[in-house]
């Protein structure tokens, strides 16, 4: 069975090859500032100072894979999905036909997980990490798997949050005795003295390095180029101000729409919304947005969750297939979806003319139907496990999945963003392999 899931999610990574999620970014930004990265800086062309929106990781991690051409990195994320089916089956408790609903919602999870992978953006590494940083906790490496969570810091800065969760969750877990952060084992007794302690300390030191190393880096960085201490990236306030627009009927009169970004920024006198100064002005202007209106922000926040329920995991974009980058062809295709999304009986009307797109179209919307099943059921199980009284808080994955699901009611929601996280739901729900115990000696002939 995982090996007919690996074959339908190779097949949905491929038609998904097309998409026009993220292209934007990815040819405007990313490519951009990976060819400056070749060139050891990392700035804009005509811009003589560092580039302080995004952050590096993805565009260094093109940068390395141009040699292999411009679709590089779809193949290296291609591979990124490869490994992960390896390591789901080595590690996972797989259900089984016996087990027809978690079956059901541990093979769908991998498939959303591959649509995430699908897509040309740094979530799709954050994601694999997401998988590399259950393993290394699950297998008592607490140490290494906050380093997996801040090296997803250099792709999205949103993981910072999630990096922060699990830090007060190991905080907590170690004051009450239950883990030890460093080791994989709890002794009450005193640990006499080995020849491994410095080999352990030198480890802990190493590990405290690299980990100071990959949360200061780019703060000190962005220090040098520009004399500011810049945690993030600088268009969080211009997705802050957008965001608003997100609820209807807002009382800001915002529209979920770049240019509004823009357009407010020119009305103060700043060109680069995205840049420092843009920055600064959009995220003051939402703070007092909030502040004016702090029940309609709560609204908002609240609406996004129930857009997180009703929006589903991401899918492979199908309808791109007859678009193929043609900017006009996709607003036509934009809105054509729309309506059938809304208006399903004249979706069955057009399959009538036997168009290509208009079956495209009705898979994208079968595979949307049921990714919002898929993440209902998984949010179901998690729920009922709780409610059950399991242990399911005492692993770090669902406050983990709170806190990008509080990002996303926050900043603004993308079914994306809730498919970087649906790796989780695995290690929340699903059972991992044990280590085979060690096998006695055998017993000495007499």
């Not at 297998?139 to 830090?167: D, K, N």
């Not at 770049?258 to 002005?281: F, H, I, M, P, T």
Request: include cysteine.
């Amino acid at each position: 069975m995982l090996l007919l899931t690996l074959l339908l999610s190779t097949v949905l990574f491929g038609l998904n090859y097309f998409h026009q999620d993220q292209q934007d970014s990815l040819l405007g930004r990313y490519l951009v500032l990976s060819e400056s990265v070749i060139d050891f800086a990392y700035s804009y062309p005509g811009q003589n100072s560092a580039a302080t929106y995004p952050i590096w990781g993805y565009s260094i991690l093109v940068a390395l894979l141009s040699p292999l051409g411009a679709q590089g990195v779809y193949v290296f994320q291609y591979l990124l999905l490869l490994a992960s089916f390896w390591l789901v089956h080595r590690h996972f408790d797989i259900p089984g036909w016996d087990e027809p609903f978690q079956m059901a919602l541990f093979h769908g999870a991998l498939i959303a997980y591959a649509m995430a992978l699908s897509v040309k953006w740094p979530m799709a590494i954050v994601a694999f990490l997401l998988l590399a940083f259950g393993l290394l906790h699950r297998s008592g490496r607490y140490g290494l798997a906050s380093l997996a969570l801040l090296l997803a810091v250099q792709f999205r800065p949103e993981a910072l949050l999630i990096w922060a969760v699990y830090l007060v969750f190991l905080l907590v877990r170690t004051a009450r005795g239950r883990i030890r952060v460093f080791s994989k084992s709890v002794r009450s007794e005193p640990v006499e003295p080995h020849p491994r302690t410095w080999k352990s300390l030198c480890g802990l030191v190493l590990l405290a390095a690299c980990s100071l190393f990959l949360l200061t880096v780019w703060p000190l960085y962005q220090y040098s180029q520009h004399g500011q201490l810049l945690i993030g990236t600088t268009n969080s306030g211009g997705t802050l101000y957008t965001g608003l627009g997100q609820l209807p009927n807002n009382p800001w009169n915002r529209v979920y729409e770049d240019d509004a970004a823009k357009d407010y920024a020119r009305s103060q006198g700043v060109q680069n919304a995205w840049g420092l100064e843009g920055n600064r002005v959009l995220t003051s202007r939402f703070l007092r947005d909030v502040s004016e209106h702090p029940l309609a922000f709560a609204a908002k926040v609240l609406y996004n969750q129930v857009r997180i329920l009703t929006g589903g995991f991401y899918v492979a974009e199908l309808r791109t297939l007859s678009v193929r980058r043609d900017p006009e062809k996709d607003e036509e295709q934009k809105a054509l979806f729309a309506k059938y999304r809304s208006d399903v009986p004249s979706l069955f009307e057009d399959m009538l003319a036997l168009e290509t797109h208009t079956y495209a179209m009705l898979a994208q919307l079968v595979l949307t139907v049921l990714s919002v099943l898929l993440l209902l059921g998984l949010l179901g199980a998690l729920l009922f496990r709780m409610a059950r009284g399991e242990s399911v808080l005492s692993d770090p994955y669902a406050w983990m999945i709170a806190a990008q699901f509080l990002t996303i009611g926050i900043y603004a929601h993308t079914p994306r963003q809730v498919s970087t996280i649906v790796i989780l739901f695995l290690f929340a729900l699903f059972s991992m392999r044990a280590a085979a115990p060690p096998k006695d000696p055998p017993n000495p002939q007499p």
